[in-house]
């Protein structure tokens, strides 16, 4: 699986890697959140609704992992269940955030561990520009002070991760997708990955 903030190639990488191992592939979708777009125009009044049609997405596409798996030999994801807490800590009020403990737990999601997870880094200042590259109307609203906090809650997160093997790629200066070297070197890595922490940092143009 591959994780980290919006605007860092999680998708792209998880695409292209899907197609490199011929998996199946598990795309977030946010485009299909109907309470997206006025979340970033108006934080504090659509985070709810936003989060819990994300909460309740990742639910049905748990159960529909695990009606199909029996026909899949692997999978690739852009995103693991466990980061939608990391969201909704960030962006509900407390009362909110209760609320959305209790339907979280109702749900009782169980999620496939995966085998790794591969989570992507770079600064404010490159998401903001790949963000811009990709021109998605409504991501253009975000803040740089939001991009900085989920930053920092996705580091905060991986530190204390030890649920599957993890490699965090700093992906400031490497370029996954156009580079056929960077994209060999991670491949490379990858293959010698069995467990533990790794790290992996190329030197290479920006994305």
Do not use: C, W
Not at 51 to 72: K, N, P, S, T
Not at 127 to 150: C, F, N, T, V
Not at 155 to 166: H, P, V
């Amino acid at each position: 699986m591959v994780e980290g903030p919006i605007g860092v190639g999680k998708t792209s990488l998880a695409s292209k890697l899907a197609d490199e191992f011929e998996s199946e592939l598990l795309l977030e979708k946010p485009e299909e959140n109907p309470f997206l777009a006025n979340f970033y125009h108006n934080p504090r009044q659509y985070a709810l609704s936003a989060q819990l049609h994300f909460l309740l997405q990742r639910a049905q596409q748990v159960q529909d992992f695990r009606q199909a798996d029996m026909f899949h030999g692997s999978y690739i994801a852009d995103f693991i269940v466990d980061k939608d807490r990391l969201f909704a800590q960030m962006t509900l009020s407390s009362d909110e955030l209760a609320l959305y403990q209790q339907i979280y737990e109702h749900l009782t999601l169980d999620a496939p561990k995966p085998d790794l997870v591969i989570y992507l880094q770079a600064p404010v200042e490159t998401l903001r520009e790949r963000i811009a590259r990709r021109g998605i109307d409504y991501e253009q609203q975000i803040r740089d002070d939001y991009l900085l906090r989920l930053s920092e809650s996705y580091t905060r997160f991986f530190y204390d991760y030890d649920d599957s093997a993890l490699l965090t790629v700093n992906t400031e200066s490497t370029d996954l997708i156009n580079n056929p070297d960077d994209y060999a070197a991670i491949l490379e890595k990858i293959s010698n990955i069995h467990s533990g922490r790794h790290y992996f940092n190329q030197s290479s143009f920006a994305l």
